[in-house]
């Protein structure tokens, strides 16, 4: 019904930057929030930061200041600008939307990308 594709992840330096980007498509009446989560070798998967359709955004303490997301509502696009790359940042990043399908459907669905790999090497 709907997918959510990221891009953007490789192999970078410390110190360096990446910018993902993630695309919902399908059928969509209505993205809500978007958000990025990771998940490092052997730890769950954690909030990394979340933006409402209005820009309000959300990061988790170990990113702020060093990543900053942003949206493009008309293309159903979330993004997040990775600057200061630390090895501890390495992790799989997975894209999150909610979407509603339908014009009845509340609050919506929770979808989730397949996740980019990012790895910051020192």
């Known amino acids: 019904q709907v997918q959510l594709v990221e891009s953007g992840g490789g192999l970078v330096q410390a110190g360096g930057s990446l910018r993902l980007s993630c695309e919902a498509s399908?059928?969509?009446?209505?993205?809500?929030?978007m958000g990025w989560y990771r998940q490092a070798p052997g730890k769950g998967r954690e909030l990394v930061a979340t933006i409402t359709t209005g820009g309000s955004t959300n990061y988790a303490d170990s990113v702020k200041g060093r990543f900053t997301a942003s949206r493009d509502n008309a293309k159903n696009t979330v993004y997040l600008e990775m600057n200061s790359l630390k090895s501890e940042d390495t992790a799989v990043y997975y894209c999150h939307a909610n979407v509603r399908t339908r014009i009845f459907s509340g609050s919506g669905v929770d979808y989730w990308g397949k996740g980019t790999l990012v790895t910051v090497s020192s």
């Open positions: 399908g059928t969509i009446y209505r993205v809500n929030v």
